[in-house]
């Protein structure tokens, strides 16, 4: 009697008013996250499926990570990002010098109050661009990745909340170069998704070479959202829904991820929370309430490829991973 | 990054092509003991190139290489054997070329090649040898070979390799109902199906068509099955247990021959021209192949198997050498009476050497003095043996000169060939006509079934003797010889039938290995029994008592070959219901069945689906290719996505996308 009175409930009719609203709502934050794309594109040009993929990973409360070389964009992205969406911004330029210190703040002794004094370090901001993060040492790469994980920094004994939303953008040169401490497994999976920019193209480029200064367009961008928009579509994002059929076919990925020869090791529970996360964002971004496996297929490049070491030397799992998408039928 | 996907290609080719190149070293190994170096040392180099080719990048022979090496192969093949064609030939040339194919195994279609041919390599050792163990052995070489090709086949990077093996073990399963059907119900063609040509280098263990001494006695310690013979009536009494082989006439001094042309014939009633007694003995002869073309029954044949002829010594000659294991159902009767009045050519049995045995010539003069008729004379002359210091052993000195005098006055040790060739030389002297038969004696029941065992060791040299008025009659001088003058105690049994069971006491441990033995030779009968001559006759047979309640009590091939097409649809019927599952689709989401048929609809125009695609891609993608119908596919699309993956499916939307799924026409 209950279980009929359950299923009835949950495929009446009824349900529909509540479930419209929300795709209304969906509607409106999704053309402003639009706009934001379209800002942004302005400044980086020619890479908007790029910018899109942050903006997912942000409104699925999880950190980036742009791997590249040198001058093309990252750093410019995560302006652009901070600025679009209203969120404080802070920059911090990974050395091989760089002390944990740094980047959480110090306690300094005053004099006038005859105490010590708690200088926040550039971590406390809204958007963090840890920039170069495989330049440092391990000891002021875990003070980072602590707070990325936690939410809040421990300073001399006392806890001291971080702001939020919190978002860290962290850039990373390619491990083959000089100089770098590449990130173990287990810190890179604090990311939710790799991305990497690569060239413009053509004509993209050209627009980059004609145009004006990128920090001038910058300047004149104001943000899009209100931080608690911002909040809001997380809220959104999180409420995606996931139907069984699409958890079938994430457990069907995850679980050749595993029986797969071509990796080391498979998939992690967490990493596949991570992608479903991941193709929430994603497919609130695309108007919709609710994931499909297109979503899943987009986002999966992004967020599992730093976490899979292909058993070939000097293979990157990205083209391993295509095939393993290929091969994987939807249920 | 191309680099790495390069690399990734490579990796995955290296693991397919262990498994071929596993498979068919597997293969190429029974050939390798079988065929001479010359062909097969080339073939492992060639393989072993291939192998490092795959694992260090060695490069492969060019073209011009490639033809020299293909030349260089014909040329060891002829040189090894004289010949290209011929069974031994013919597959040292198969086994070289399809190394040979290794070099330029470029192309899916190149490994179709090699496979297919690694397949008809497995053929061919059944050629030599159809044991159980390269039965089970060359099932392994097949699964290898199976994997392989689905390895191959397969263009996938994330199925582990084990899951190939695993794949080709279920197929293999999957095949067996059809090749059972195929092995009991298709027609089998009475005798080979190809006559193969004969070369001469199959050498048999077994008797041969001459004897000399240290001929037999090099078969005592050899185990090996000669034959097996099951019995329909009671066995004959031990002493009677004597199955004929060659019966050789003819000695130079040193070895026993039968140097002429047979009168061979194929009608025999041993009733009318011999005295046959007592009720006969009928049995089942399966004899292993020995290269030659004798075929064994007791004394004395009272039929003639079909397909061979008998000759005037009653040496039962097959028109065929042995190549492979034969069956024949035999009648003999153990006692007889054999040309009781007269023998044609008398004179081949009193043919002695000029030079040799003057000794011996004398002795028998004296013996035969002594006594008044021939009868006699043959006791006389094994009274002699029994009572002169005779031993019987199984390593006698070598005799040089004149065997005969030398083994009658001198060493008097000596194996069963040398005492029947003394015995024949004395009665030959005395002017008894008196030949050697070669066979085989005794032999042993199966405790653990109802046949009997005949072994190499079993092999035995006897006389016979012809007197008037009686015939031949049976002599076997080894016999007289006392047992305390048999060196090995284990001979006693072997020589004197009476004594079975004699020397020394098994332990525990021999009884169990005996058992064993049996056990084992039990499962070989079988498998003879069942598989290797699973002839015509056979299958008359089975198949008969099989269907004889259905009515058919004699079936000919036209059914038998009705029985295999109803046999091979039932396994189809019931290997498609169990793909097919009907009542497995229940369970299915109604939705996805509906966008499935939607997807069928369309992949018969030719816009199949991914597998991996999402519904919305493919929508695109068909909406491109249809833009007629692009309306129908995004509405068909929108519904199944609502109804599968949205929060909020309906029973309304779902009948509104089966109703749009029925009412679509690309």
Same mark, same amino acid.
């Given at each position: 009697?209950?279980?009929?009175?359950?299923?009835?409930?949950?495929?009446?009719?009824?349900?529909?008013?509540?479930?419209?609203?929300?795709?209304?709502?969906?509607?409106?934050?999704?053309?402003? *996250?639009? #706009?934001?794309?379209?800002? #942004?594109?302005?400044?980086?040009?020619?890479?908007?499926?790029?910018?899109?993929?942050?903006?997912?990973?942000?409104?699925?409360?999880?950190?980036?990570?742009?791997?590249? *070389?040198?001058?093309?964009?990252?750093?410019?992205?995560?302006?652009?990002?901070?600025?679009?969406?209203?969120?404080?911004?802070?920059?911090?330029?990974?050395?091989?010098?760089?002390?944990?210190?740094?980047?959480?703040?110090? %306690?300094?002794?005053?004099?006038?109050?005859?105490?010590?004094?708690?200088?926040?370090?550039?971590?406390?901001?809204?958007?963090?661009?840890?920039?170069?993060?495989?330049?440092?040492?391990?000891?002021?790469?875990?003070?980072?990745?602590?707070?990325?994980?936690?939410?809040?920094?421990?300073?001399?004994?006392?806890?001291?909340?971080?702001?939020?939303?919190?978002?860290?953008? #962290?850039?990373?040169?390619?491990?083959?170069?000089?100089?770098?401490?590449?990130?173990?497994?287990?810190?890179?999976?604090?990311?939710?998704?790799?991305?990497?920019?690569?060239?413009?193209?053509?004509?993209?480029?050209?627009?980059?070479?004609?145009?004006?200064?990128?920090?001038?367009?910058?300047?004149?961008?104001?943000?899009?959202?209100?931080?608690?928009?911002?909040?809001?579509?997380?809220?959104?994002?999180?409420?995606?829904?996931?139907?069984?059929?699409?958890?079938?076919?994430?457990?069907?990925?995850?679980?050749?991820?595993?029986?797969?020869?071509?990796?080391?090791?498979?998939?992690?529970?967490?990493?596949?929370?991570?992608?479903?996360?991941?193709?929430?964002?994603?497919?609130?971004?695309?108007?919709?309430?609710?994931?499909?496996?297109?979503?899943?297929?987009?986002?999966?490049?992004?967020?599992?490829?730093?976490? *899979?070491?292909?058993?070939?030397?000097? %293979?990157?799992?990205?083209?391993?991973?295509?095939?393993?998408?290929?091969?994987?039928?939807?249920? | 990054?191309?680099?790495?996907?390069?690399?990734?290609?490579?990796?995955?080719?290296?693991?397919?092509?262990?498994?071929?190149?596993?498979?068919?070293?597997?293969?190429?190994?029974?050939?390798?003991?079988?065929?001479?170096?010359?062909?097969?040392?080339?073939?492992?180099?060639?393989?072993?190139?291939?192998?490092?080719?795959?694992?260090?990048?060695?490069?492969?022979?060019?073209?011009?290489?490639?033809?020299?090496?293909?030349?260089?192969?014909?040329?060891?093949?002829?040189?090894?054997?004289?010949?290209?064609?011929?069974?031994?030939?013919?597959?040292?040339?198969?086994?070289?070329?399809?190394?040979?194919?290794?070099?330029?195994?470029?192309?899916?279609?190149?490994?179709?090649?090699?496979?297919?041919?690694?397949?008809?390599?497995?053929?061919?050792?059944?050629?030599?040898?159809?044991?159980?163990?390269?039965?089970?052995?060359?099932?392994?070489?097949?699964?290898?070979?199976?994997?392989?090709?689905?390895?191959?086949?397969?263009?996938?990077?994330?199925?582990?390799?084990?899951?190939?093996?695993?794949?080709?073990?279920?197929?293999?399963?999957?095949?067996?109902?059809?090749?059972?059907?195929?092995?009991?119900?298709?027609?089998?063609?009475?005798?080979?199906?190809?006559? =193969?040509?004969?070369?001469?280098?199959?050498?048999?263990?077994?008797?041969?068509?001459?004897?000399?001494?240290?001929?037999?006695?090099?078969?005592?310690?050899?185990?090996?099955?000669?034959?097996?013979?099951?019995?329909?009536?009671?066995?004959?009494?031990?002493?009677?247990?004597?199955?004929?082989?060659?019966?050789?006439?003819?000695?130079?001094?040193?070895?026993?021959?039968?140097?002429?042309?047979?009168?061979?014939?194929?009608?025999?009633?041993?009733?009318?021209?011999?005295?046959?007694?007592?009720?006969?003995?009928?049995?089942?002869?399966?004899?292993?192949?020995?290269?030659?073309?004798?075929?064994?029954?007791?004394?004395?044949?009272?039929?003639?198997?079909?397909?061979?002829?008998?000759?005037?010594?009653?040496?039962?000659?097959?028109?065929?050498?042995?190549?492979?294991?034969?069956?024949?159902?035999?009648?003999?009767?153990?006692?007889?009476?054999?040309?009781?009045?007269?023998?044609?050519?008398?004179?081949?049995?009193?043919?002695?050497?000029?030079?040799?045995?003057?000794?011996?010539?004398?002795?028998?003069?004296?013996?035969?003095?002594?006594?008044?008729?021939?009868?006699?004379?043959?006791?006389?002359?094994?009274?002699?043996?029994?009572?002169?210091?005779?031993?019987?052993?199984?390593?006698?000195?070598?005799?040089?000169?004149?065997?005969?005098?030398?083994? =009658?006055?001198?060493?008097?040790?000596?194996?069963?060939?040398?005492?029947?060739?003394?015995?024949?030389?004395?009665?030959?002297?005395?002017?008894?006509?008196?030949?050697?038969?070669?066979?085989?004696?005794?032999?042993?029941?199966?405790?653990?079934?109802?046949?009997?065992?005949?072994?190499?060791?079993?092999?035995?040299?006897?006389?016979?003797?012809?007197?008037?008025?009686?015939?031949?009659?049976?002599?076997?001088?080894?016999?007289?010889?006392?047992?305390?003058?048999?060196?090995?105690?284990?001979?006693?049994?072997?020589?004197?039938?009476?004594?079975?069971?004699?020397?020394?006491?098994?332990?525990?441990?021999?009884?169990?290995?005996?058992?064993?033995?049996?056990?084992?030779?039990?499962?070989?009968?079988?498998?003879?029994?069942?598989?290797?001559?699973?002839?015509?006759?056979?299958?008359?047979?089975?198949?008969?008592?099989?269907?004889?309640?259905?009515?058919?009590?004699?079936?000919?091939?036209?059914?038998?070959?009705?029985?295999?097409?109803?046999?091979?649809?039932?396994?189809?019927?019931?290997?498609?219901?169990?793909?097919?599952?009907?009542?497995?689709?229940?369970?299915?989401?109604?939705?996805?069945?509906?966008?499935?048929?939607?997807?069928?609809?369309?992949?018969?125009?030719?816009?199949?689906?991914?597998?991996?695609?999402?519904?919305?891609?493919?929508?695109?993608?068909?909406?491109?290719?249809?833009?007629?119908?692009?309306?129908?596919?995004?509405?068909?699309?929108?519904?199944?996505?609502?109804?599968?993956?949205?929060?909020?499916?309906?029973?309304?939307?779902?009948?509104?996308?089966?109703?749009?799924?029925?009412?679509?026409?690309?």
């Amino acid at each position: 009697m209950l279980l009929w009175a359950f299923r009835t409930l949950s495929t009446s009719q009824a349900w529909r008013p509540f479930v419209a609203t929300n795709i209304m709502q969906n509607n409106e934050l999704t053309k402003r *996250l639009d #706009a934001i794309v379209t800002h #942004a594109s302005q400044v980086v040009l020619g890479k908007q499926h790029e910018i899109r993929l942050a903006l997912a990973c942000l409104l699925a409360r999880g950190h980036l990570l742009i791997e590249d *070389l040198p001058g093309m964009g990252k750093t410019t992205l995560a302006h652009v990002l901070a600025q679009t969406l209203g969120l404080q911004y802070q920059r911090i330029q990974f050395t091989s010098d760089l002390l944990p210190a740094d980047i959480l703040g110090v %306690s300094i002794f005053d004099k006038s109050e005859q105490g010590f004094h708690f200088h926040p370090g550039p971590i406390f901001a809204q958007l963090i661009l840890a920039d170069e993060v495989n330049r440092a040492t391990p000891k002021a790469q875990s003070a980072l990745l602590e707070a990325m994980e936690e939410g809040q920094v421990t300073i001399e004994g006392k806890t001291r909340p971080l702001p939020a939303p919190f978002f860290v953008i #962290a850039t990373q040169n390619p491990t083959y170069q000089i100089g770098t401490f590449p990130l173990p497994e287990s810190q890179l999976d604090r990311f939710l998704m790799r991305i990497s920019l690569g060239y413009p193209d053509a004509s993209a480029e050209r627009a980059l070479l004609r145009g004006d200064d990128r920090r001038e367009i910058l300047k004149q961008h104001g943000a899009c959202i209100q931080p608690g928009q911002l909040i809001a579509l997380q809220q959104a994002a999180s409420k995606v829904h996931v139907a069984d059929a699409l958890l079938d076919y994430v457990q069907a990925l995850l679980d050749i991820s595993r029986r797969s020869p071509q990796f080391t090791h498979g998939l992690s529970p967490r990493a596949g929370l991570a992608l479903l996360r991941s193709a929430k964002a994603w497919a609130l971004m695309a108007g919709r309430d609710h994931a499909m496996p297109e979503d899943v297929q987009t986002v999966m490049p992004h967020v599992v490829s730093h976490r *899979l070491q292909a058993v070939a030397e000097s %293979s990157q799992g990205d083209q391993t991973l295509l095939t393993l998408l290929q091969d994987v039928a939807i249920p | 990054m191309n680099m790495s996907g390069f690399q990734q290609r490579v990796k995955q080719a290296k693991a397919e092509n262990l498994w071929l190149l596993a498979g068919l070293a597997l293969a190429f190994t029974p050939h390798f003991f079988r065929l001479p170096l010359l062909v097969m040392l080339p073939s492992i180099i060639l393989l072993c190139w291939r192998l490092l080719f795959e694992w260090r990048y060695l490069a492969l022979p060019p073209r011009t290489v490639r033809w020299l090496l293909t030349l260089v192969g014909i040329l060891a093949t002829w040189i090894a054997f004289g010949t290209l064609v011929g069974q031994q030939a013919g597959v040292g040339l198969l086994v070289i070329m399809l190394c040979l194919k290794l070099m330029e195994m470029n192309a899916q279609r190149d490994v179709g090649v090699v496979i297919g041919l690694g397949f008809f390599v497995v053929i061919t050792v059944f050629l030599f040898d159809q044991s159980i163990f390269m039965g089970f052995y060359m099932l392994l070489v097949v699964t290898l070979l199976v994997t392989a090709l689905i390895a191959f086949s397969r263009d996938q990077s994330v199925i582990p390799q084990w899951a190939n093996l695993q794949k080709a073990g279920a197929i293999l399963m999957q095949a067996l109902p059809l090749a059972l059907l195929l092995f009991f119900l298709f027609p089998r063609i009475p005798g080979p199906l190809w006559s =193969l040509p004969a070369d001469g280098a199959g050498a048999g263990t077994g008797l041969s068509d001459s004897m000399s001494p240290g001929n037999i006695s090099q078969l005592s310690d050899n185990d090996s099955v000669a034959f097996r013979v099951q019995f329909d009536t009671p066995l004959p009494l031990p002493q009677k247990r004597y199955w004929r082989g060659p019966v050789l006439t003819q000695f130079d001094g040193r070895t026993w021959t039968n140097p002429y042309p047979q009168r061979l014939t194929t009608r025999l009633s041993i009733n009318a021209q011999n005295q046959a007694r007592g009720t006969p003995s009928l049995y089942t002869v399966t004899l292993e192949p020995h290269q030659q073309r004798w075929l064994f029954a007791l004394d004395l044949p009272a039929i003639i198997p079909p397909d061979s002829r008998l000759s005037d010594d009653y040496e039962i000659i097959a028109n065929q050498p042995v190549r492979q294991l034969v069956r024949y159902s035999m009648r003999s009767f153990t006692d007889y009476r054999l040309a009781k009045d007269d023998i044609p050519n008398i004179s081949l049995y009193l043919q002695l050497p000029e030079k040799s045995g003057i000794q011996a010539r004398q002795l028998a003069q004296q013996l035969r003095q002594k006594v008044t008729d021939n009868a006699a004379y043959v006791q006389t002359v094994l009274n002699y043996i029994a009572e002169q210091p005779f031993y019987y052993t199984r390593q006698p000195p070598l005799l040089f000169d004149d065997p005969v005098d030398a083994f =009658l006055f001198d060493s008097r040790r000596g194996f069963c060939e040398h005492y029947a060739s003394a015995f024949v030389f004395l009665m030959r002297a005395a002017g008894v006509p008196a030949r050697v038969v070669t066979g085989y004696q005794g032999g042993e029941m199966n405790p653990q079934s109802d046949y009997f065992i005949v072994r190499q060791s079993d092999a035995h040299a006897w006389t016979e003797v012809w007197l008037r008025g009686e015939g031949w009659r049976r002599i076997d001088p080894t016999a007289v010889i006392p047992a305390e003058r048999i060196e090995n105690p284990q001979d006693l049994a072997r020589i004197l039938p009476e004594m079975t069971g004699a020397g020394t006491t098994p332990n525990w441990l021999k009884k169990v290995g005996r058992q064993l033995s049996f056990s084992w030779d039990r499962i070989n009968h079988t498998w003879n029994q069942w598989v290797v001559n699973y002839n015509t006759q056979r299958q008359q047979n089975f198949l008969s008592r099989m269907f004889a309640s259905a009515g058919f009590d004699n079936i000919d091939w036209q059914q038998m070959i009705s029985l295999l097409v109803a046999g091979m649809t039932l396994v189809m019927v019931v290997v498609a219901v169990y793909l097919l599952r009907p009542w497995h689709r229940r369970n299915q989401d109604p939705a996805q069945m509906a966008y499935e048929r939607f997807c069928q609809r369309l992949s018969q125009r030719g816009m199949q689906r991914q597998p991996a695609e999402g519904p919305l891609d493919f929508a695109q993608r068909a909406s491109q290719q249809y833009p007629q119908r692009a309306r129908d596919i995004n509405n068909i699309t929108v519904l199944y996505e609502r109804q599968r993956y949205t929060p909020y499916p309906t029973q309304r939307n779902l009948q509104q996308l089966q109703r749009a799924v029925r009412n679509f026409i690309v």
